[in-house]
């Protein structure tokens, strides 16, 4: 299985809303990673976790929260976004023992703020 | 600082032709460099890796090459297909282990029929 698989596809939000995006992987990766990505740009990194532990956050408003319950899990809670953190979000993973190896992305979510 | 550039920024072929994509890096010290290949709304997929002591590598139509005395990649395709149609992200990794990968900005490519 080397399947990354995120929920949901697509959600709308308002900007007072609470709402979450989930990711998972059944490698044994226990590097994980959440990117956004813009129309025409590449993916920008934000969050990676190493072992459950929150390894890099690159200056991320507060409005996003990672989470990792466990190694194969990770969500991304949103709260009180902005219109323009409408993107797609996509989680990604890599076997931490080579920490430059593949990175595994999932189909991503295309997140809208209304 | 770490940087990948590839050109050009978008490309548009007819079917059955070839083409080339290119990335230059300033990356070091360098690790290795992927070409991910992402359709429109999906999230990229590795077509190849290569290491610092390859210089070509394939994967069915497609080819990548790796110079890195000069620091310059190239991802050749055969006989495109409209399925090639996508954007094509040269990804490099240091050898630093902070996890950070550094994209390139891709290029786009639309095959015609």
């Known amino acids: 299985d080397t399947e990354v698989t995120q929920t949901p596809k697509h959600l709308v939000m308002g900007m007072t809303n609470k709402k979450s995006l989930k990711c998972e992987q059944h490698?044994?990766?226990?590097?994980m990673y959440w990117y956004k990505q813009k129309a025409k740009k590449p993916p920008e990194l934000m969050f990676v976790?190493?072992?459950?532990?929150?390894?890099i956050n690159e200056s991320v408003p507060s409005r996003f929260s990672p989470e990792c319950p466990n190694s194969s899990l990770l969500n991304l809670h949103l709260h009180a976004l902005q219109p323009e953190d409408s993107a797609l979000y996509l989680c990604?993973?890599?076997?931490?023992?080579?920490?430059?190896?593949?990175?595994?992305f999932g189909e991503g979510s295309r997140l809208t703020v209304l | 600082k770490n940087q990948v550039e590839q050109s050009p920024q978008s490309l548009i072929i007819l079917e059955g032709k070839n083409c080339t994509l290119q990335?230059?890096?300033?990356?070091?010290?360098?690790?290795?460099l992927r070409w991910y290949k992402q359709d429109t709304g999906r999230g990229p997929v590795s077509l190849t890796i290569?290491?610092?002591?390859?210089n070509t590598k394939s994967n069915g139509r497609y080819t990548a090459t790796l110079d890195a005395d000069t620091k310059q990649s190239s991802l050749h395709i055969t006989a495109s297909q409209l399925s090639d149609s996508a954007s094509y992200i040269c990804?490099?990794?240091?050898?630093?282990?902070?996890?950070?990968?550094?994209f390139g900005t891709g290029t786009r490519l639309k095959v015609l029929a």
């Open positions: 990604a993973s890599s076997h931490l023992a080579r920490n430059t190896g593949e990175l595994f």
């Open positions: 490698m044994g990766h226990r590097a």
């Open positions: 976790y190493s072992y459950e532990k929150l390894s």
């Open positions: 990335c230059n890096y300033t990356v070091s010290p360098f690790s290795n």
């Open positions: 290569m290491t610092f002591s390859e």
């Open positions: 990804v490099v990794s240091a050898t630093s282990g902070t996890y950070k990968y550094i």
